[in-house]
C-alpha cells in the first residue's frame, strides 16, 4: 500500500510536506473531524485531495468560489486525479446526467456550492454516491462572524446525518476564535481538532498612508526597485483604467477581475 509521501511524489512531484500538511492529513485519514486555519497559499487544498487517493471512493468539495473550483479541477485533471463540478447553471436534466457522471465516471473528488445542498433531490442523489470525505473550502463563509457570510453554508449540517461515519474537514485562511466556534458548531463535527498554522509573512510589507494625491503615492511605490505589487480596487473598471495609467509610466502591469476566465 502506498504511503502519504508516496502520492505526494506521484502526483504533486514533491518530496515534502509543507508545514502542518502531514499532521492534518494523518488525523483526517483516521477517520476525525478536522478544522485547519492556514494562510493562503500554505496548502490547504492539499490536505482534503491528498486523502481522496489514499481512502478510496469518492471526496466532496463544498466551496463558494465558482473560479476556485475550476482551478482545482483543472489542476487535479492534470495530475491525473479526475475530478469534477456538479454545474449549477444548466438545467434539471444536466445535473441528472452530471450525477449520473458521478456514480459510473471514476471521479475521485466531486465540487459543489453550497447552495446545491439547498436541494433535497440533489442531497438524496449524493447518497448513493460512494463518498468517504467531505471538505468544506472557504469555511469562514459559515459564520456571520466571517468575512463572506453565505446562509447557504448552514444547510452543509444536513450532510452529517447521512454520513455519519465519513469525516469532515473544515479549511480557511480566515477566522477569528470566534468564527472557529461557528465553524464547529453550524456543521454539527464530532470533537474537531483545530490545527494553525503561522500567518507571519516576512515578504510582506504592510503600511497605511493617507495621501490626498493616490496616483502620484502609487508611482512612488512602482517605481522602487525590486517592488512587486498588488493593487486592490473597487470596480472592473477601475482595474483596467490604473494598469493603462501604470503601462504609460513605462511599467510592466496588468490587471485581473471578476469577468475574465
Known amino acids: 500500500m502506498n504511503s502519504i509521501l508516496d502520492y505526494l511524489k506521484q502526483y504533486w512531484n514533491s518530496n515534502t510536506f ?3 500538511q502531514r499532521e492534518v492529513i494523518t488525523h483526517y485519514l483516521e477517520g476525525k473531524d478536522t478544522i485547519l486555519l492556514m494562510p493562503t497559499g500554505g496548502g490547504k487544498s492539499l490536505c482534503y485531495q491528498l486523502p481522496s487517493l489514499v481512502r478510496g471512493g469518492q471526496t466532496l468539495v463544498i466551496s463558494p468560489l465558482i473560479s476556485l473550483m475550476q482551478d482545482q479541477v483543472n489542476q487535479l485533471n ?6 469534477m463540478i456538479f454545474e449549477s447553471h444548466r438545467g434539471k436534466n444536466d445535473i441528472y446526467r452530471q ?5 459510473n465516471g471514476n471521479f475521485k473528488i466531486l465540487y459543489c456550492s453550497p447552495e446545491r445542498l439547498i436541494n433535497k433531490e440533489f442531497i ?6 460512494p463518498i468517504k470525505g467531505i471538505a468544506i473550502d472557504e469555511a469562514h463563509c459559515i459564520s456571520e462572524w466571517g468575512f463572506d ?26 477566522a477569528t476564535p470566534k ?32 495621501t490626498g494625491d493616490k496616483i502620484g503615492a502609487l508611482k512612488k511605490i512602482l517605481t522602487q526597485p525590486k517592488a512587486s505589487v498588488i493593487i486592490y480596487c473597487r470596480s472592473r473598471s ?7 495609467q501604470i503601462q504609460r509610466w513605462g511599467i510592466k502591469a496588468s490587471f485581473y477581475h471578476g469577468g475574465l476566465e
Open 78 to 83: 492534470d495530475r491525473g486525479i479526475k475530478s
Open 149 to 174: 457570510f453565505r446562509p447557504a453554508f448552514r444547510s452543509i449540517k444536513n450532510l452529517k446525518p447521512l454520513f455519519t461515519k465519513v469525516p469532515f474537514i473544515a479549511v480557511t485562511a480566515t
Open 179 to 210: 468564527v472557529l466556534e461557528d465553524i464547529s458548531k453550524e456543521l454539527n463535527l464530532i470533537n474537531p481538532k483545530v490545527f494553525k498554522n503561522s500567518f507571519e509573512r516576512k515578504n510582506i510589507n504592510y503600511q497605511v498612508r493617507y
Open 99 to 103: 450525477l449520473e457522471n458521478a456514480r
Open 18 to 20: 509543507r508545514p502542518l
Open 124 to 129: 438524496s442523489q449524493l447518497e448513493r454516491l
Open 238 to 244: 477601475k482595474t483596467e483604467s490604473i494598469v493603462q
